[in-house]
C-alpha cells in the first residue's frame, strides 16, 4: 500500500506552486501594496473570468492524478511518452477553451514535440517487435 495519497499529494503540489507564484509576485513589484489591490481585482472583483480557467484547471489536476495511475502501472518509457502529450493538450485548451492565439514558434515547438513522441513511439514499437522476433526464435 502506497504510504501517501496521491490526490494529497497533488493538493501539496499545487498549493507549494502557489506560494512560490505569490513569492515571485511580491519580489519583482515594489510596491507590496499594488499586488494586494491587483490580487484583489483579479479574485473579488473581476472573478467572473475565472470559471474559464477551471475547466483546465480541473483537467490538469485530473491529469495530474492520473500520472500517479500511469507510474504504477506503465513501464517507464510508455510513461514518459504519454506525459509529454500533456503540454500539446494545454496548448489545445489554451487555444479553444481560453480562446488565446498560439504564436508561430509556439505552433512549431508544439508540432516539434508531437514529432518528437511519435518518432520515439516508432521506434519503441520496432525494438518491442525485434525483441518478441528474436525471443520467439530461440
Not at 499545487?14 to 511580491?26: D, T
Amino acid at each position: 500500500a502506497p504510504m501517501y495519497l496521491s490526490g494529497g499529494l497533488v493538493l501539496c503540489c499545487e498549493l507549494l506552486k502557489r506560494v512560490f507564484n505569490l513569492i515571485g509576485l511580491l519580489t519583482q513589484s515594489e510596491e507590496s501594496a499594488s499586488i494586494v489591490a491587483q490580487l484583489h481585482t483579479l479574485l473579488v472583483r473581476d472573478a467572473r473570468h475565472l470559471w474559464r480557467y477551471a475547466v483546465p484547471a480541473l483537467l490538469y489536476t485530473l491529469q495530474n492524478n492520473i500520472v500517479f495511475v500511469g507510474v504504477s502501472n506503465l513501464s517507464a518509457a510508455t510513461f514518459q511518452v504519454t506525459n509529454q502529450l500533456r503540454i500539446p493538450i494545454t496548448a489545445l485548451c489554451m487555444r479553444f477553451i481560453l480562446n488565446q492565439r498560439l504564436t508561430r514558434r509556439q505552433y512549431l515547438a508544439i508540432a516539434v514535440l508531437v514529432a518528437v513522441i511519435a518518432l520515439f513511439v516508432t521506434i519503441l514499437f520496432v525494438l518491442v517487435v525485434i525483441f518478441i522476433l528474436s525471443s520467439s526464435d530461440t
